[in-house]
């Protein structure tokens, strides 16, 4: 079985300041990580993806993640906030076992001028 | 351009009606998937496909019916039976899984559906 969550179904910053949107995850097996992006009415975009080759993995649009085992984290960061960053963030666990994703309940980045 | 597309963009059922979403790729994946969006809640697995002319329910299939006759097409009907259609549609699909891997999924732009 696996699951994701997603701290925070809301986020509010400044531009230029530091994103931190948090997701936790639980796995039976070794798990892969992503993020995607969601703008409003459209499909999801993907922003980067774990593989375990790297713990840090670098993403589009200047987003980082990084897996951590002990804590079964995977926050997605960004050092400076963009107006265009505005956007709902999901995060998803898959397996080898299980080809589909399962998906965190998302979390809407606002990002104020 | 390859892709995922989605036809239509909105879609109005009336009650006892049963509509059906279109989802087209042209990726050569081998996989699809049709998930369901809630405000609040995610996306849910409805189906996926994994070759043609095979397809598994997932997490909440009920209500809900697709196909898979072509490698590039997998459509999804929503039935009467669905008694709380309204949402918004992603279809998803993904190459063939290489030897302990997980593929990435591409999202189609979604559908939503609109009960009258």
């Known amino acids: 079985a696996q699951s994701v969550t997603q701290l925070g179904s809301h986020v509010s910053v400044s531009e230029g300041a530091l994103v931190l949107l948090r997701c936790n995850y639980s796995s039976s097996v070794p798990p892969y990580l992503f993020w995607y992006v969601q703008y409003p009415n459209q499909g999801l975009q993907l922003l980067l993806k774990?593989?375990?080759?790297?713990?840090l993995v670098k993403g589009i649009n200047g987003f980082e993640a990084e897996f951590k085992k002990s804590e079964t984290s995977f926050h997605l960061t960004k050092p400076s906030a963009h107006m265009s960053d505005a956007a709902e963030y999901f995060c998803a666990v898959g397996n080898t076992g299980r080809r589909a994703l399962t998906f965190g309940s998302g979390t809407r980045l606002q990002v104020q001028p | 351009d390859g892709g995922i597309t989605q036809s239509p963009k909105y879609l109005f059922r009336k009650e006892g009606q049963n509509v059906t979403l279109s989802c087209e790729q042209n990726l050569n994946h081998d996989a699809m998937y049709w998930y369901r969006q809630d405000p609040g809640q995610g996306l849910r697995l409805i189906y996926y496909s994994q070759i043609v002319n095979d397809f598994q329910k997932g997490d909440i299939a009920e209500g809900y019916s697709v196909s898979r006759e072509k490698k590039e097409s997998f459509p999804l009907t929503v039935t009467s039976a669905q008694k709380n259609p309204t949402a918004f549609y992603l279809c998803?699909?993904?190459?063939?899984?290489?030897?302990?891997?997980?593929?990435?999924?591409?999202f189609g732009p979604g559908t939503r559906l609109l009960v009258l």
């Open positions: 998803a699909s993904s190459a063939r899984r290489t030897s302990g891997g997980q593929e990435t999924q591409y």
């Open positions: 774990y593989t375990s080759a790297a713990t």
